[in-house]
C-alpha cells in the first residue's frame, strides 16, 4: 500500500507565527508532492507543488523536499488566521499518475 | 477562465439507489479524476480518464464506473448505494497525465448523503 502520512493535528499558532506542516511517503516512485489547502466544507485548493529536492518557496509558503528521507514539508510564515484550514499532502504515483493524499493536519491560527 | 464545475452540488439518496455525477473540466485540459472524501480523510483516488480512455483506477468496487465524454466532460456512476457511499465527491482535472501537466485542480465537489 503506497501511503502518504501527515500528523493529524489540530496544530495551533499564533498570528505571525510559522506553521510547520509534515508528511512522509513510503512510495520512492513517487516524484512530485502537492499541498492543497481545503476550508470546511469546500474542496481542495492548490497551494504549490514540488518536484526537486530542497526549497521552493512561494510568497509566504516554502515547500521542501527531501527524496532520501521521503520527507515533505510546508512552512507558513507569518500565519494569518485565514490560513486556518486542514493542509493536504499528496504524492503523485501509479501508472495514472494520480494523488495518494495524506488525511491532513488542521491547522488553526490564532489572532 | 472557469474553473473545474461538478453538478449536482448536493444530493441525497436512499440505499440500493443510483446516482450519476457530472464534471466539466478546465477548458483545454484533456484528463480527469474524480476522487472520494469522507469527513475526517483525505480523498481517495478512483478513476482517472485521458482523452476518453480509462488510464487507472483505485481500490473501489465495481458499482463505481465512469466514462468521459469527446468534450472531455466526465460522469461517474454508483449502483446500488451503500450508507459507507456517503461522501464529498471531487473532480479533478490537468492538461495531461506526467510531470509537465499533471496539477490536478479540484472542482467544488458534490455532497452524496445516502440515506
Known amino acids: 500500500q503506497k501511503e502518504v502520512e501527515q500528523n493529524s493535528g489540530p496544530l495551533s499558532v499564533p498570528e505571525g507565527a510559522i506553521a510547520s506542516l509534515n508528511c512522509t511517503y513510503s512510495?520512492?516512485?513517487?516524484?512530485?508532492f502537492f499541498w492543497y489547502r481545503q476550508y470546511s466544507g469546500k474542496s481542495p485548493e492548490l497551494i504549490m507543488f514540488?518536484?526537486?529536492?530542497g526549497d521552493k518557496e512561494d510568497g509566504r509558503f516554502t515547500a521542501q523536499l527531501n527524496k532520501a528521507s521521503q520527507y515533505v514539508s510546508l512552512l507558513i510564515r507569518d500565519s494569518q488566521p485565514s490560513d486556518s484550514a486542514t493542509y493536504l499532502c499528496?504524492?503523485?504515483?501509479?501508472?495514472?499518475?494520480?494523488?495518494?493524499f495524506g488525511s491532513g493536519t488542521q491547522l488553526t491560527v490564532l489572532p | 477562465d472557469a474553473g473545474v464545475t461538478q453538478s449536482p452540488t448536493h444530493l441525497i439518496k436512499t440505499r440500493g439507489q443510483q446516482v450519476t455525477l457530472r464534471c466539466s473540466p478546465i477548458?483545454?485540459?484533456?484528463?480527469v479524476s474524480w476522487y472520494q472524501q469522507v469527513l475526517g480523510q483525505g480523498p481517495q483516488f478512483i478513476f482517472q480518464?485521458?482523452?476518453?480512455?480509462?488510464?487507472g483506477r483505485g481500490n473501489f468496487p465495481d458499482r463505481f464506473s465512469a466514462r468521459q465524454f469527446p468534450n472531455y466532460s466526465s460522469e461517474l456512476n454508483v449502483n446500488a448505494l451503500l450508507l459507507g457511499d456517503s461522501a464529498l465527491y471531487l473532480c479533478?482535472?490537468?492538461?495531461?497525465?506526467?510531470?509537465?501537466?499533471?496539477?490536478?485542480?479540484f472542482g467544488p465537489g458534490t455532497r452524496l448523503l445516502v440515506l
Open positions: 479533478a482535472s490537468s492538461e495531461t497525465p506526467g510531470l509537465a501537466g499533471e496539477t490536478q485542480y
Open positions: 512510495d520512492r516512485g513517487s516524484q512530485s
Open positions: 514540488i518536484y526537486s529536492n
Open positions: 499528496a504524492g503523485v504515483s501509479g501508472s495514472a499518475r494520480q494523488l495518494t
Open positions: 477548458s483545454g485540459h484533456k484528463s
Open positions: 480518464y485521458y482523452e476518453k480512455e480509462e488510464r
